[in-house]
């Protein structure tokens, strides 16, 4: 079969769950490059303790690096959130001038007065803390930081994948809903705990010829976070009369993408389980009015806002991976 009669193929089927398999891909990238730029701000933020030896070359190595990955963030964010594509590209830009700004500045030149307690006033050091400065430090109208545009980034994306618009995962959109519905009652979905499964990789080209249930092995992270639920339903079922699912759940091998579909109250999970302490993550986006603090432990960090809270635990290890998410999912499926 040649690519075109396979992408022919792939085109007759659910455009809902492909573009969902699509979307959640494109979104564990964000998170990616995301992730990054918070190594990049760890690693200057280390080097400013005054205990590392660095040149210029280093401090201007790591400008260019943030604006490099936060474009690659605003790329994913426009596929993502396209009707925001223009305003977001427009605030990169701005940032971009001022990153030029950091990197032409004279190298005795000071914005910011780098603490005492570094020991130090070499140009070196100046240009890191007007660099950190810029990433995430106090933050004025003319001189956004970089920190308060990935969180205006996030707002975009969240609130688009949230919206629907047409696609599979909307949870207030009844149209989302109805489609859910239907596609729920269909010969081979899973009908245990509540959440509709769907294999990232396969689902999108191929419909599940048998029942997949949750707890089959398809997904590390979803086996960690189910390992001590308690199921609504046991066993299989091939009933057509069920209810709506509560949850949709992407997955693949390594990673698990867990979002809310009942309207009542906003909730994704994104985990990655790989076994590299360097690259697993967990990342959750709450409705406001949830309780973080029983759900997670104090390893995360925690963003609230007027929207919605953004929680993420970077660089975790496989134990504290499995125990983070059996807890939240005893918490989400008791």
């Known amino acids: 079969m040649s690519i075109l009669e396979r992408l022919k ?13 699509l979307q959640t891909i494109r979104f564990k990238q964000f998170l990616q490059n995301a992730r990054a730029l918070f190594a990049f701000f760890d690693d200057g933020r280390e080097k400013s303790l005054g205990e590392y030896i660095f040149d210029r070359h280093y401090v201007t190595t790591l400008i260019d690096a943030v604006v490099e990955r936060l474009g690659m963030m605003v790329y994913d964010a426009s596929v993502l959130a396209p009707a925001s594509g223009k305003e977001l590209y427009a605030s990169y830009d701005a940032h971009k001038l001022r990153a030029r700004r950091l990197l032409t500045l004279d190298p005795s030149g ?10 130090s006033t070499d140009p070196e050091y ?4 007007d660099a950190l400065n810029w990433f995430n430090g106090k933050e004025t109208t003319q001189d956004p930081t970089v920190m308060a545009f990935m969180e205006q980034i996030f707002f975009k994306v969240i609130q688009s994948m949230d919206s629907g618009l047409g696609e599979i995962q909307g949870v207030e959109s009844m149209a989302a809903m109805e489609r859910l519905t239907g596609l729920k009652a269909r010969p081979g979905r899973p009908g245990d705990l509540g959440i509709y499964l769907v294999d990232l990789w396969k689902d999108g080209a191929v419909e599940p010829k048998q029942e997949r249930p949750t707890r089959h092995g398809i997904s590390l992270p979803l086996a ?5 639920a308690k ?3 046991t066993g299989e079922t091939t009933d057509k009369t069920h209810n709506p699912p509560e949850w949709i759940a992407g997955v693949s091998e390594h990673q698990l993408s867990l979002n809310r579909v009942k309207p009542d109250f906003k909730f994704r999970l994104e985990s990655f389980a790989c076994g590299e302490a360097q690259s697993d993550f967990i990342f959750i986006f709450a409705d406001k009015s949830m309780g973080l603090d029983n759900l997670l432990s104090p390893g995360f960090h925690v963003e609230r806002t007027d ?7 970077l660089d975790i290890s496989t134990q504290a991976l499995e125990e983070e998410l059996m807890m939240i999912g005893h918490t989400l499926f008791k």
């Open 9 to 21: 193929k792939m085109g007759q089927k659910e455009p809902e769950i492909r573009q969902f398999c």
């Open 307 to 313: 929207y919605g809270q953004f929680a993420w635990r």
């Open 126 to 129: 100046q240009l890191l803390f």
């Open 231 to 233: 199921a609504k339903q």
């Open 110 to 119: 000071k914005n910011t007065k780098a603490p005492e307690t570094t020991g």
């Open 224 to 228: 960690y976070l189910l390992k001590d």
